[in-house]
């Protein structure tokens, strides 16, 4: 047959199934830019500033509607109003998690993250329970923040004050506490496994909030028959997920079920209390996920935060000044900041929320999916069908943060100078995929830099108003621009 005659037969049954996919019968998206055959609204959207063409496209469309990433749907979620209604008073339907190709091939469906259904509720429970419960009888977590700290504030002193660009240092911190938790210690900063993961944590970041990754999502076969990217971050998951089962089979041959270490070791437990149970999701390939997910979630997530939090403090000095103020008033410069402070601590503790606030760290939320056919404001959403929460329309909604686009503080605190909380506050998305490590990021954003803003002030070469602290631009991630600090003792 004439190559022709084949290339216009494909690219005909491409678009018969491009309608079909689009048809009444499979439900009632909502409305949204009219998509093109084949490849969707993928020429209407900005890829390296998604968040921008999301807003747009809802003061158009509303609230609530429909973009196609190649050939398939996702529903956007625009606003407090319309996140809420989906992700807590519709929390079970809107808990699923959507699969993009690139996912798939890195987790296939195991660990916390990219898993569903009864796997990703029993991971998460147990991952859940055993952090809430972690250093029985031994060191509890905040411990084990406030020792990474201490070491944070030894590295910073080894500056001598001088200009520095903070971001490996910032990075290991969190890094570090993550070992910690799952593989019982920490490891010096200058460590060569250590060394070793933190570079490809770092790669694989930057990689998963370039635009070539969402074209790899939207086209998959730009996976497996071109050049790019994303091979090296299939490279680099294979390496750590390598090193993470290389310490799960250390753990099992010195394993103690009556005395558990780590968290490998909870894991480890669990899985021999299951051994006789065929259907359990307890095996060892969900265990290297899990951590895998784990390190994915608490290490550059953090560390992104602690960096960016200290640009705005730099170039925001009366908020800092003030921050220092507290600290002497409440915790002084001999004592370790502890997690009871922070109740008084009412303007660090504000700080601390207007950073995550004003920075927006990941705009459009992990993606969820519907569990199920779903009737949502008289539209009938099909199961499975992708959804996008924007997280930057509820963090900067001028109604609740007046001046969004403006950094201050007294976006958390009332007339009297009392903490204030915000249900608009969601950084770590909400409802039943809320982040699984919110509860330790929190603790350590606040013992990390309340630590450092104990011990140091704060200089930058440049003229704190110059400063630039907009974020670079990326597919999925807010990232700080690169700055220098000098860390001088106090």
Not at 52 to 72: A, E, L, Q, R
Not at 205 to 229: A, M, R, T
Not at 358 to 366: E, R
Request: hydrophobic share 40%.
């Amino acid at each position: 047959m004439d190559p022709s005659v084949v290339l216009v037969l494909c690219l005909s049954c491409l678009f018969l199934l491009f309608l079909w996919r689009q048809s009444p019968g499979r439900g009632k998206l909502p409305p949204g830019p009219t998509p093109l055959p084949i490849i969707g609204n993928i020429l209407q959207i900005d890829v390296k500033n998604m968040k921008k063409t999301i807003s747009n496209f809802s003061k158009v469309y509303g609230p609530v509607f429909t973009v196609y990433f190649g050939m398939k749907p996702a529903v956007v979620l625009h606003g407090y109003e319309a996140v809420k209604e989906a992700l807590i008073d519709h929390g079970e339907e809107f808990s699923g998690r959507a699969l993009f190709p690139l996912s798939e091939r890195i987790s296939k469906g195991l660990g916390i993250i990219f898993s569903n259904g009864n796997r990703w509720k029993e991971i998460r429970r147990f991952t859940l329970m055993t952090l809430r419960n972690f250093g029985m009888g031994k060191r509890s977590i905040e411990e084990r923040v406030q020792e990474e700290a201490r070491y944070l504030v030894e590295e910073l002193r080894k500056t001598k004050a001088s200009s520095c660009d903070p971001t490996f240092i910032l990075d290991c911190a969190p890094c570090n506490v993550i070992c910690s938790i799952v593989f019982q210690n920490r490891f010096d900063y200058k460590d060569q496994n250590f060394l070793t993961l933190m570079e490809k944590f770092n790669e694989n970041f930057k990689i998963l909030s370039s635009p070539w990754i969402q074209l790899c999502n939207n086209f998959p076969v730009l996976i497996d028959y071109f050049p790019g990217i994303h091979n090296k971050l299939l490279e680099n998951v294979a390496f750590i997920k390598s090193y993470i089962l290389e310490k799960a089979k250390e753990h099992q041959d010195s394993l103690d079920v009556n005395n558990p270490r780590d968290f490998i070791d909870c894991f480890l437990i669990k899985m021999e209390q299951e051994r006789h149970n065929s259907q359990s999701e307890f095996t060892m390939e969900n265990l290297v996920s899990t951590i895998s997910n784990i390190f994915v979630a608490g290490t550059e997530t953090t560390s992104t935060t602690l960096r960016y939090g200290l640009l705005l403090l730099l170039k925001h000095p009366e908020v800092t000044a003030k921050v220092q103020e507290e600290i002497d008033h409440v915790i002084g410069r001999q004592r370790i900041p502890c997690m009871q402070d922070r109740s008084h601590m009412p303007y660090t503790d504000a700080v601390v929320h207007e950073v995550q606030r004003y920075i927006d760290l990941i705009p459009n939320n992990m993606p969820h999916a519907v569990t199920r056919d779903v009737k949502f404001r008289n539209y009938l959403i099909p199961k499975g069908t992708a959804i996008l929460p924007s997280l930057t329309s509820v963090l900067h909604d001028d109604k609740e943060f007046p001046n969004p686009e403006k950094f201050d503080p007294g976006h958390f605190l009332d007339e009297s100078g009392n903490f204030k909380k915000s249900n608009f506050f969601m950084p770590f998305s909400t409802g039943k995929r809320i982040c699984v490590g919110e509860g330790l990021a929190r603790m350590e954003l606040f013992l990390f830099l309340t630590s450092i803003l104990q011990n140091f002030n704060m200089k930058s070469l440049i003229d704190s108003k110059k400063l630039n602290a907009t974020s670079t631009s990326a597919a999925s991630i807010s990232l700080p621009p690169l700055y220098k600090i000098s860390f001088i003792p106090v």
